[in-house]
C-alpha cells in the first residue's frame, strides 16, 4: 500500500498431516490495501485481473508521492 503496488503472494497448501504442513495462504491485495483474493482449502487457486494504469496513478497520491 506505501509504494502504490499490487501485493501477491503464494504459498504451498497441503492438508494437515501429509507431509511440510505450509500453512498455504495466498492473497492479491490492491494497491489501496484491499484483500481481492485469498486461497483455502476451498478455493486453492485464485486469479484476477489487475489493472497497471491504476498501480501507476496510484503512486501519485498521498501519502506515496511524499518523499521521505
Known amino acids: 500500500m ?5 501485493c501477491l503472494s503464494s504459498n504451498l497448501r497441503n492438508s ?7 500453512g498455504g495462504l495466498g492473497w492479491i ?3 489501496e490495501g484491499d ?3 485469498e486461497t483455502s482449502e476451498q478455493e486453492p ?3 484476477r485481473d489487475i489493472d497497471p494504469d491504476f498501480a ?6 498521498y ?5 521521505e
Not at 2 to 6: I, M, R, V
Not at 56 to 61: C, L, M
Not at 63 to 67: A, H, I
Request: charge should be positive; hydrophobic fraction near 30%.
Open 56 to 61: 501507476r496513478k496510484s503512486k501519485a497520491t
Open 45 to 47: 487457486f485464485a486469479t
Open 63 to 67: 501519502p506515496r508521492y511524499v518523499p
Open 2 to 6: 506505501c509504494s502504490g503496488a499490487y
Open 29 to 31: 491485495i490492491s494497491t
Open 16 to 22: 494437515p498431516g501429509s507431509r511440510a504442513d505450509c
Open 35 to 37: 484483500v481481492l483474493a
